[in-house]
């Protein structure tokens, strides 16, 4: 198998925890037929990983669910084996995430039945085995989740303190892994949640740290670095915080002494689901690209295909056959500041490609190298200007530089505009409730949350709309002025922060009445900005 992969996931084109959306094999095999259009179309994808919800909550990870696969996995295996795909599935790594207890498993489980001790009873052996048996069946690719190192059974925990479960429990899991991939030399193992300090990795506005044990490297192939969801730092428009995480989550990784060719940044995900925010397809080219730029070598695109025309699939094969040469060959490498603190950054493919982000709301400078850059690509509104040694960007753009005239285009559904701070006066104040004014005009509204302690609080909604946690009304005299919230997408994730558009004209000042209902919120902090008309 080839060192870098590009893979196909299919999560997020449905989703089971945080929407209603079921995989089944009609939504499977649709998702591989478009995966073969866009392959026709010069995109490489290389393997299809068959995500959460494949199994039988009572197989152990045997047998696949009914009715939602009546003849199980097979016509998914004949059509990989017919087009040179490779197939892979997702696992737990040692715990039961919707999934009934195997009897196998019972003496290594936990007094919460959720997560199976590796060093004690008969979850090891067993799970190896399970793996063994997909092997067999062509499966090549194990994306191992929700890690509990933990989990001991009852007599156990009275026995051995946390430290010593944790230690023999990744000791355990590490040395049957590696013991499989000895006897199984096509696997590609993947690390998703569990293998790192998950309060570095669910948070943004903290300094770099280390998140990350270095021995799971000899296991693993990939790790990932969370999936994709808001930084704690307020963007304009939304889609780009969700972007500055996964810059910032990668960089987290790298720190950590991760190389960024086994960081799986898991930047790509579009669909109609609430994983991902219902993204469909909203600004996917800057997606792409900087899924690619944080540089490893599997690249997984998670999602529903038929959202991409052709002509986008074409846009995808142009962008691949410039990249790919040079992430195969050249070491990718970050620059710059923070992405989570607001501090502009980028990534660089060797010496010919540079992708830049500015994650601030004010045009900014960035240093690049000082050598003859040409803007391959950009979102729209704002040209970003080269000067030598620097390009400057506008308010939370993104653009991709080369060292050759190559032309990708620009992001046309992300219009970048100047903005300028504006003063605001405080009316009145709560613990939950800030009010205020400012002039007349549109207006984009940041509010960020603290608690008594200064410190950021993460809020979350229900899957309709963010008003459960956060609302924002503005009115100008006796008129309601338009508030176009921003910020309403969130589910499972959490957010830091919210922001609306607020648009009101005439002499009279906006009015702005903030609320939030989340009980640890002490103040919340308020930045207004002018925003262009068109």
Request: proline share 6%; net charge negative.
């Amino acid at each position: 198998m080839s060192n870098r992969l590009t893979i196909y996931g299919n999560w997020s084109a449905y989703d089971e925890l945080s929407d209603g959306i079921e995989l089944t094999e009609e939504l499977a095999m649709r998702q591989f037929d478009e995966m073969l259009r866009l392959r026709a179309n010069g995109v490489q994808i290389d393997a299809y990983l068959m995500d959460a919800f494949w199994f039988s909550p009572e197989g152990g990870y045997r047998t696949w669910r009914v009715p939602n696969w009546p003849n199980g996995p097979q016509r998914w295996l004949d059509a990989c084996r017919t087009h040179g795909i490779i197939p892979g599935l997702w696992f737990t790594a040692n715990t039961l995430c919707h999934l009934t207890l195997p009897a196998t498993w019972a003496d290594s489980a936990d007094e919460n039945q959720w997560g199976l001790c590796c060093f004690h009873g008969g979850f090891m052996d067993d799970f190896v085995e399970v793996l063994d048996l997909w092997y067999s069946l062509g499966i090549r690719i194990f994306k191992l989740d929700f890690a509990d190192f933990g989990a001991a059974p009852p007599r156990l925990k009275s026995q051995l303190s946390p430290e010593e479960i944790r230690d023999r429990n990744q000791q355990a899991f590490r040395s049957a892994l590696l013991a499989f991939r000895s006897t199984h030399p096509e696997t590609v193992f993947t690390a998703f949640n569990g293998f790192e300090r998950l309060e570095y990795m669910d948070r943004t506005d903290r300094p770099l740290a280390q998140v990350f044990d270095l021995q799971w490297l000899d296991v693993f192939d990939s790790i990932y670095s969370g999936d994709p969801r808001p930084a704690d730092l307020p963007a304009f428009p939304f889609w780009r915080a969700v972007e500055i995480y996964g810059d910032h989550t990668t960089r987290v990784l790298e720190h950590s002494g991760v190389p960024l060719r086994r960081i799986d940044n898991c930047g790509f995900m579009a669909g109609p689901t609430g994983t991902c925010y219902w993204r469909g397809a909203a600004m996917w080219k800057g997606m792409f690209l900087l899924t690619y730029f944080r540089g490893g070598d599997l690249t997984v695109l998670y999602g529903d295909l038929t959202l991409f025309t052709d002509e986008d699939a074409k846009w995808m094969s142009r962008a691949q056959a410039i990249l790919e040469p040079l992430l195969s060959t050249s070491e990718t490498t970050s620059f710059g500041g923070v992405p989570g603190l607001g501090e502009p950054y980028g990534w660089k493919c060797g010496d010919e490609l540079l992708v830049v982000v500015n994650p601030s709301p004010t045009t900014t400078a960035v240093q690049i190298p000082v050598v003859p850059w040409h803007v391959a690509f950009s979102d729209a509104g704002f040209e970003p200007v080269l000067r030598s040694g620097l390009v400057e960007l506008g308010p939370f753009q993104i653009a991709l530089l080369s060292r050759k005239r190559v032309e990708l285009g620009h992001q046309e559904d992300c219009l970048i505009q100047t903005m300028e701070c504006l003063p605001f006066e405080v009316l009145n104040t709560s613990e939950r409730t800030l009010t205020a004014q400012f002039s007349a005009g549109r207006r984009v509204v940041f509010v960020t949350q603290r608690d008594a302690s200064n410190r950021l609080v993460k809020s979350f909604s229900s899957p309709s709309s963010a008003s459960d946690w956060l609302t924002i009304t503005a009115t100008q005299g006796s008129s309601i002025c338009e508030v176009a919230l921003e910020s309403n997408r969130i589910i499972w994730s959490g957010m830091t922060w919210g922001s609306a558009v607020v648009t009101g004209f005439g002499e009279d000042p906006i009015r702005v009445e903030i609320t939030s209902k989340d009980p640890n919120v002490a103040s919340l902090e308020l930045q207004v900005w002018k925003f262009p008309l068109t």
